[in-house]
């Protein structure tokens, strides 16, 4: 039964939530089944993006955030955490040394950081494009007004990350104390589409709460979204947060979800996350060996790099970026994969 639910995904039937849920369910329980639901999300990565593997890499740009997200190790009434906030003057240098290393893609991260200005932002994307005319500038902010997202696709900005979090309302209301609120955050994720970003969406697989059928419903909200990116990763526990003795998330599950999404999106720009990589030695492999083609490696400055605890004992290849590109092209290597060095826009349509 489950083996002709994947058939169908691969002619690109569309599954209906019964459907998705026996699929998963029959993915996490049975180890042949999983296996051919990644084997043929694998396919499906190759014909569309090869061998090679995107890379994007990250800056860290503030640990400081007004969200108070049950899970993360940022969030504001995490006393503990150390707080920092990069300057314009420390984005320019990591990118300074991301061009030189190949990257074309910069993803300036953070948390909801008040002092982050659209002012400050859109001065800091002019100076990145007007330095880097050819690379894709992604942004994972978070929260921000629709007039805030277009002015700063206008100073330069290509792409953004919002993960959805939890499509299911009472999940995210759970899991978002005194946040806005799920429909504001779609809200958000249209926004960004009118403002023509490629959009990634995404969530976390097995936070406190989640059921198979709670991942069903992310996974019907990204069908009929059609983001150009999808992050997924497993959650982990931080131990400042008050999930933080809570079991890490499935890496079956997850393996599974990411291939289910590969299989629905054959185009979409899937990481395989750091969070992977944490949960599991091999974990960044085994996602790409899911249909994953995207990794981030971190370029932000060594000092801060411990500070920017989402979650803890976070995967990296060493504080250098050089040694950690090599790093991972041996990895990739092993499993006859290699790193992509173009900018890897969705379908290259750059926008
Ligand atoms: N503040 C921005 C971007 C930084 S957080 C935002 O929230 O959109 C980036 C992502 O990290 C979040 O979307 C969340 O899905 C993930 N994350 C946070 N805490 C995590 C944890 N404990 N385990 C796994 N992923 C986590
Ligand atoms: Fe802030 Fe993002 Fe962490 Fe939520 S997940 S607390 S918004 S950094």
Same mark, same amino acid.
């Given at each position: ?36 639901? #990644? ?23 503030? =640990? ?11 969030? #504001?009434?995490?006393?503990? !955490?150390?707080?920092?906030?990069? =300057? ?7 990118? *300074? ?20 200005? &659209? ?33 700063? *696709? ?8 919002l993960r959805h979090e939890a499509a299911n309302e009472e ?13 504001? #955050?779609? %809200? ?48 982990? $526990?931080? *131990? !400042? ?8 998330? &499935? ?8 291939? /289910? ?6 185009? !979409? ?11 599991? $030695? ?17 370029? =932000? ?5 411990? *500070? ?6 976070? !995967? =990296? ?8 590109? %090599? ?11 290699? /790193? ?10 750059? %926008?």
């Amino acid at each position: 039964m489950t083996k002709s639910l994947v058939e169908r995904l691969v002619n690109g039937d569309k599954l209906n939530a019964s459907e998705m849920g026996q699929l998963l369910r029959g993915a996490a329980q049975d180890p042949t089944m999983l296996q051919l639901l #990644r084997d043929n999300a694998v396919r499906t990565a190759r014909q569309q993006f090869g061998l090679g593997i995107y890379i994007r890499g990250l800056i860290e740009l503030s =640990s400081y955030c007004r969200c108070n997200c049950l899970y993360c190790g940022l969030r #504001r009434s995490n006393r503990d !955490a150390e707080r920092y906030r990069l =300057s314009a003057e420390e984005v320019l240098e990591c990118c *300074k040394e991301g061009y030189k290393l190949g990257f074309r893609t910069f993803v300036l991260q953070g948390g909801e950081d008040g002092t982050h200005s &659209d002012e400050w932002l859109e001065m800091l994307i002019c100076q990145m494009r007007s330095l880097y005319p050819d690379v894709a500038i992604t942004l994972s902010l978070g929260e921000r007004s629709e007039a805030s997202y277009i002015r700063l *696709k206008r100073a330069g900005a290509n792409r953004y990350l919002l993960r959805h979090e939890a499509a299911n309302e009472e999940l995210y209301e759970s899991l978002h104390p005194d946040s806005k609120g799920l429909a504001y #955050r779609l %809200q958000c994720a249209e926004a960004l589409k009118r403002a023509g970003y490629q959009v990634g969406l995404g969530m976390m697989i097995g936070v406190k709460g989640q059921t198979i059928e709670h991942i069903v419903e992310d996974l019907m909200l990204i069908e009929r979204m059609q983001p150009e990116m999808v992050g997924i990763g497993p959650f982990l $526990p931080h *131990k !400042a947060t008050p999930l933080g003795s809570e079991p890490a998330g &499935d890496l079956n599950i997850t393996l599974a979800t990411i291939a /289910i999404v590969r299989l629905m999106l054959p185009k !979409a720009l899937l990481p395989s996350t750091t969070a992977l990589a944490t949960l599991t $030695p091999r974990g960044r492999l085994e996602g790409i060996l899911s249909g994953a083609n995207v990794v981030m490696p971190n370029l =932000s400055p060594s000092n801060v790099r411990a *500070k920017y605890a989402i979650y803890e004992n976070k !995967a =990296s290849w060493g504080k250098e970026a050089a040694e950690g590109l %090599q790093a991972l092209e041996a990895e990739l290597q092993t499993i006859g994969y290699h /790193i992509d060095y173009s900018r890897g826009d969705f379908d290259n349509l750059k %926008q």
